[in-house]
């Protein structure tokens, strides 16, 4: 049974995305930078890649890969536990490009090892119901090292772009206190394609409650966040309220299918008590998204909302290509670092 669940998701990933091998394939140009003390889920050392701007450009793009999690059987057994995925010359990372915004900025792109979401810190994690033993779930602890490499690298940057797919949207989210707080004065934006973290009423406490168990979260989540700590393990949405509140001159974006296949799945855990896979129904991600918009993002998050199952946007043609109401992907990202985002959806 077990065997069936892992390839009934495998189906679902690859009929509604490319695989991470496509969208992060060769590494021209590009430097790989080995980071002691950051690991992946295996135990293995991390990092991440850069590439220079121009130099007539004093800005910095940092893009988390995706590829799934690690908490509970199924979702481990297509996760990647140690180093893989490279970037390439594609869609928001592209550095030919004369339609992309970001061509001259420096880019950062950190490979996603962790199984946790970049919101890990826990050192030896065990997974309940046959999962993997003895993992290693750092994936924020990372990003905080990593840190520390980037603001001496690229010193009082112009503008900072916090940014990733999937499971690296999610983890762009949790990791802006830490990453902005780094930069100190640079301001940062945020934009998650294909990766949101939804209310209680659409991602489940147990859900919630079972990532903070067996990754650590909510070491994750600042001390002061009392809402992001609910005594059932829900709360994470919270967050979304605290940084706003506590940055007040954020201004991102977040990307999004209306029946997004990989993430309903993702989300699905929760949907029957967190004992059984199931994907959530198209109508409730949909609300899922249409909630968080209305209750948690206020004016400081525009998001691009359009129909289909599709998973992940940025990283491939999709990014140039797709276009809702008049407005194409690629433009909507640049009026959103611009500070003049605004609502795009179907």
Known sequence: ?????????????????????????????????????????????????????????????????????????????????????????????????????FRDWAKIFVPYCSGDVFAGTNLLGDVPGGGPRNQTFVGYNNIGLFSKDWVESFPNPDQVLLSGSSAGGIGATINFDQVQEAFQDSPLSLITD?????????????????????????????????????????????????????????????????????????????????????????????????????????SQISRFYFEGKGHVHATGNSFYELEVEGTKLVDWYRFVIEGEGFDVAE
């Not at 069936?4 to 009929?15: D, E, G, K, Q, W």
């Not at 590439?51 to 996760?79: P, T």
């Not at 002061?224 to 059932?232: F, G, R, V, Y």
């Open 194 to 298: 294909s990766g949101i973290i939804f209310s209680d009423d659409y991602m489940k406490a147990c859900l919630q409650d079972r990532w903070r168990n067996v990754w650590g979260i909510s070491e994750a989540l600042p001390k002061d966040c009392d809402a992001c700590q609910q005594e059932n393990g829900g709360g994470l949405s919270n967050y979304f309220r605290y940084i706003m509140a506590k940055y007040p001159d954020l201004r991102g974006g977040v990307v999004s299918s209306y029946s997004d296949a990989a993430m309903r799945f993702f989300f699905g855990y929760g949907a029957v008590g967190c004992n059984w896979q199931k994907s959530l129904s198209r109508n409730t991600f949909r609300s899922g998204l249409i909630d968080v918009v209305d209750n948690y993002f206020f």
């Open 1 to 101: 049974m077990r065997l069936l669940l892992a390839l009934a998701v495998s189906t679902i990933l690859s009929t509604s995305h490319a695989t991470s091998n496509e969208y992060f394939s060769g590494t021209e140009d590009w430097t790989f930078v080995s980071v002691e003390g950051s690991y992946c889920r295996d135990g293995t050392e991390a990092g991440y890649f850069v590439k220079q701007g121009s130099s007539q450009n004093n800005k910095l793009m940092i893009y988390l890969g995706g590829g799934g999690a690690c908490f509970n059987f199924v979702s481990c057994a297509i996760n990647r536990s140690s180093l893989g995925q490279t970037p390439n010359d594609r869609g928001i990372l592209s550095s030919s490009n004369p339609e992309n915004p």
